[in-house]
């Protein structure tokens, strides 16, 4: 049939298409609303993405700021955070720049697309996107394209059915969170510690407008490889700002003038022992808050790292810096580099089982004073004897004859104090240490005379614990780490355990230890 005839057929009444005439008689109200509903229908059948974004898990000093975080699962930097915890000049500047309508729209902004479907027509090209943030919400949860008809209009579609879901607060966090930063920065937060090494509650308008700028073209504009681009993508998103007045002209000169970072800072890596520790005990929490006090785990870090200058290349250095009266552990050091692998610097001393060497010593002077058998001015032999078998030495060879307690213990003689061991009793002296709440491990369970010269396995930790319990008045309590679990906590973890001593032979011991000689090339103010 030949173009003409069929035109003429579809002339003939009988033959016209049903939905046309309906169209064509249909009021305009009416086809108002058959339009509203199929719109409406269009966004209720909606298949949104998971709206649940995973980011990073994270452990924070006593005071919140962030010690150690770990990338997601696809190895993205993705750090949480709330609209309230973001510099409200950044947001100003990203609404005058991105969406000036996000809280009077519904998704989708007409007079966004109208304009940049007009800027497409003069220019000839794609001038701007007219897309909401909501839509750029969209995209991110769909990591989806923006270069086609079919993707622009599935980003619309999300977007509305987003609007119904959620309120604006939650779609600008998700905003917060998926913004595109560089590399595999995703998020305001995440930006903003590796581009200026700080959190975003306070940023400068240089530094705001950066953080704009960068998801339009993040591969284009980070600041490190791209300094041209990123000045000139800045500055347009400053002119903006002075547009809508949430930037004054003073301001945005100044900002202009700023240098921009010139690389990507290094998360903060604080406390990683205890950090690797504490995700692997609890491995779907996605913040743990401990008791650590930032500034002084970042000086004992340093203290350990110096500590290594005169020592042989294999050897390593831990702390650890507790509240004796709270017991929580204000630094945690497992080794003195963390990444070495000739140092073993995965391993974490604090926690590893060895021997205690002399330092159990004031631990049997403290029994024996609690058992009223012993006073400090109390004259022991330092002579040689043999245990059946057992013959211990002094650490120099030598021996002193009579001693007093107190001078004994402050010059760690080992003859004295398996003698005292003997006394007591080895097996009494291990069950101390283990009521104390300290694993304490010997061969075969059974503990022998040596147990008092290092003849047991023991951890930094429990040595820093039974330490604590001098301090205190020789009442031992578990140390924690973990915040809200000490003894003001209205559950606490473990109260006070048994006594380990008198807080009389306590003092004794305390007493004792601060006026023992300082070894030569320690310094003169205590640590």
Request: with cysteine.
């Amino acid at each position: 049939m030949s173009a003409r005839r069929t035109a003429r057929a579809d002339r003939v009444p009988g033959r016209r298409r049903p939905w046309r005439g309906l169209i064509t008689a249909m009021p305009p109200m009416a086809l108002a609303a058959v339009l509203a509903f199929t719109c409406d229908r269009w966004v209720a059948t909606t298949t949104l993405p998971p709206l649940e974004v995973e980011t990073s898990v994270e452990v924070l000093a006593r005071d919140g700021r962030l010690l150690r975080a770990f990338t997601v699962a696809d190895g993205r930097w993705r750090l949480g955070v709330a609209p309230e915890r973001v510099d409200p000049d950044y947001l100003d500047l990203l609404l005058a720049f991105e969406d000036k309508r996000f809280y009077r729209h519904a998704g989708v902004d007409p007079l966004a697309l109208a304009r940049a479907a007009l800027q497409s027509l003069l220019h000839g090209r794609v001038a701007s996107g007219g897309s909401t943030l909501t839509m750029q919400v969209a995209r991110l949860l769909e990591e989806g394209s923006t270069g086609s008809v079919s993707g622009k209009v599935r980003q619309i579609r999300v977007a509305l059915a987003l609007e119904r879901v959620l309120g604006k607060q939650e779609i600008l966090a998700l905003y917060l969170h998926l913004a595109p930063m560089g590399g595999n920065l995703e998020g305001v937060r995440a930006g903003s510690l590796s581009w200026f090494g700080k959190e975003p509650a306070r940023l400068t308008e240089a530094e705001a407008a950066l953080l704009v700028a960068l998801p339009q073209a993040p591969s284009a504009r980070t600041p490190d490889t791209h300094p041209a681009a990123a000045l000139t993508a800045r500055s347009r998103v400053l002119e903006r700002g002075v547009a809508a007045g949430v930037v004054t002209e003073e301001a945005a000169q100044a900002a202009s003038r700023e240098l921009l970072p010139a690389a990507r800072r290094p998360f903060p890596a604080l406390a990683p022992h205890l950090a690797d520790r504490l995700r692997a005990a609890d491995p779907g929490a996605r913040l743990h808050r401990t008791t650590i006090d930032a500034d002084v785990q970042a000086a004992m870090e340093a203290l350990a790292v110096d500590a290594l200058l005169d020592l042989p290349p294999q050897a390593t250095v831990a702390l650890l810096v507790a509240d004796p009266d709270s017991g929580e552990v204000l630094a945690s050091v497992g080794s003195a580099v963390y990444t070495s692998d000739e140092r073993d610097g995965y391993v974490d001393m604090t926690q590893a089982l060895r021997s205690p060497g002399s330092t159990l010593k004031p631990f049997v002077y403290g029994m024996a004073f609690s058992d009223g058998t012993l006073h400090p001015l109390t004259l022991l032999n330092d002579r040689p004897e043999d245990y059946g078998g057992y013959a211990p030495q002094n650490f120099d060879g030598e021996f002193r004859g009579p001693v007093t307690a107190r001078e004994a213990l402050q010059t760690s003689l080992n003859l004295p104090v398996v003698a005292l061991t003997e006394a007591i009793g080895p097996a009494r002296l291990l069950a101390a240490l283990r009521r104390a709440g300290v694993e304490a491990v010997v061969p075969g369970d059974v503990a022998g005379l040596a147990v008092a010269l290092g003849g047991v396995g023991v951890s930094l930790e429990g040595l820093v614990q039974l330490y604590a319990a001098i301090a205190r008045g020789g009442v031992a309590r578990d140390l924690t780490v973990v915040a809200g679990e000490g003894p003001d906590a209205e559950a606490p973890s473990s109260g006070p355990r048994p006594d380990l001593m008198t807080a009389e032979a306590a003092w004794q011991v305390g007493d004792i230890l601060a006026t023992a000689p300082r070894l030569v090339g320690l310094p003169d103010t205590p640590l």
